[in-house]
């Protein structure tokens, strides 16, 4: 067994930190407090080769490997997670949808773009009805005139106002549940489509959420990714892969806490010693920083999996559920750590922590992953 990171990996590793520490961090704050998206900072992402990280080279991409990819998601994310989980959705969701099920036409049609950054991509599966339960969709994708015509909403979306197409799943067939689901590539500036107005969030205020809305959305037939009635199977692999970048950016949150921690307990006295002196918040911190370390070995295993072409949707939830849970508790102690001032917003503690909470929400919640992971075991023994 090898724990090493290979030298390629460490580059791409140290390319993501030194972008990380020189763009993002307290330059985002401004942003996040407007809710402002910043599209200056997530430009500068496509010529580093980060917005087709997983895209092959025959397409423009980066051509990368999963362990490589998850080490960019977490670098960006211990930076700043708006930007982070913008990357993610554009990547994961969106782009990798398109790589995995397009036909030749269709990737060399939008894949260029997209891993150029030139656009945005984002993916709809949510509904105001229906997100855990994914294959309860409503969405209506109806042929007509050798076409589809789409109606319905979907919910929570990531980069749905400021991405240029979206992957869609939408029903073609009601009377088939899961098997009736299809996905489409939906552009922008296509009539009866559009983005609702961007969500008030508790965190990740400089990222897009909104809501992609369909009202007689005319869809060419050639925007059908794969065949019809294969768009949740095709949702399902998506998520896979999703949900290790979604531990990727866990890690990156949670490590990003205790980065944070362990600076003011340097700096902070208290009873004529700094705060790293006292033992209590030792043991704290030493918990925290163990944690933040199991989270990524669940991760860098999901991730090898994943690029060794064997089943990963297991070490995938493991990896999701307790790197998401360690990067709320680490957020949680990193502000008790801070005091008072762990509750104002000039420190980036009282951030993280905002944005922590969505890793235990998206991609399918904590309770779902523990599903996932015991449906599983239950089948093996
Ligand atoms: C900031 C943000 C960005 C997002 N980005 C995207 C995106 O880009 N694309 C996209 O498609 N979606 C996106 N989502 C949606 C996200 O994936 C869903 O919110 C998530 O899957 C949960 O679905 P829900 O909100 O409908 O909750 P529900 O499914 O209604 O769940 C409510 C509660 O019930 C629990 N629950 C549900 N079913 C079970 C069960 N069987 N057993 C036990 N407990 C259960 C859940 O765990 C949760 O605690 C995003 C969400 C947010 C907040």
Not at 18 to 31: M, N, R, S, T, V
Not at 286 to 314: F, N, Q
Request: hydrophobic fraction near 45%; charge should be neutral.
């Amino acid at each position: 067994m090898n724990f090493d990171l290979t030298p390629e990996q460490k580059q791409v590793r140290d390319v993501a930190r030194d972008f990380a520490q020189a763009e993002l961090g307290d330059k985002i704050a401004p942003f996040d407090e407007r809710h402002e998206f910043p599209h200056a900072i997530v430009a500068k992402l496509g010529p580093l080769g980060f917005l087709g990280a997983l895209v092959p080279e025959e397409y423009g991409g980066a051509g990368l490997d999963y362990v490589s990819y998850a080490l960019i998601v977490e670098e960006l994310n211990r930076g700043d997670a708006s930007v982070g989980i913008t990357m993610w959705a554009h990547n994961s969701l969106c782009t990798n949808h398109v790589t995995l099920f397009a036909s030749p036409a269709q990737k060399a049609k939008w894949l260029p773009r997209l891993a150029h950054g030139e656009i945005l991509g984002a993916w709809g599966l949510t509904e105001p009805g229906s997100g855990s339960d994914a294959a309860a969709l409503r969405t209506r994708a109806e042929r007509r005139d050798g076409g589809y015509v789409l109606n319905g909403s979907k919910a929570f979306i990531t980069n749905a106002s400021v991405g240029a197409l979206a992957v869609v799943m939408a029903r073609t067939d009601p009377t088939k549940g899961a098997k009736g689901i299809s996905a489409f590539v939906v552009e922008k500036g296509t009539p009866g489509f559009s983005a609702g107005t961007p969500y008030r969030k508790l965190g990740l205020h400089a990222s897009d959420t909104a809501e992609l809305i369909f009202e007689d959305a005319r869809v060419p037939a050639d925007h059908v990714l794969g065949a019809e009635g294969q768009g949740f199977v095709q949702a399902m692999q998506v998520l896979e892969g999703g949900r290790i970048a979604m531990a990727a950016m866990a890690v990156g949150i949670a490590q990003a806490a205790v980065d944070a921690a362990v600076k003011y307990m340097k700096q902070r006295t208290a009873f004529g010693k700094t705060l790293a002196e006292f033992n209590g918040l030792q043991g704290m911190i030493a918990e925290l920083a163990t944690e933040v370390e199991v989270a990524r070995l669940l991760l860098l295993r999901a991730a090898y999996l994943k690029d060794s072409g064997r089943p990963a949707m297991h070490a995938a939830a493991m990896a999701k559920v307790f790197a998401s849970e360690a990067a709320m508790k680490a957020a949680t102690k990193a502000v008790q750590i801070h005091g008072g001032a762990g509750y104002i917003t000039e420190f980036p503690v009282e951030r993280i922590f905002r944005d922590a909470k969505l890793t235990e929400i998206g991609e399918g919640t904590s309770e779902v992953q523990r599903l996932v992971i015991a449906r599983e075991i239950l089948k093996a023994s």
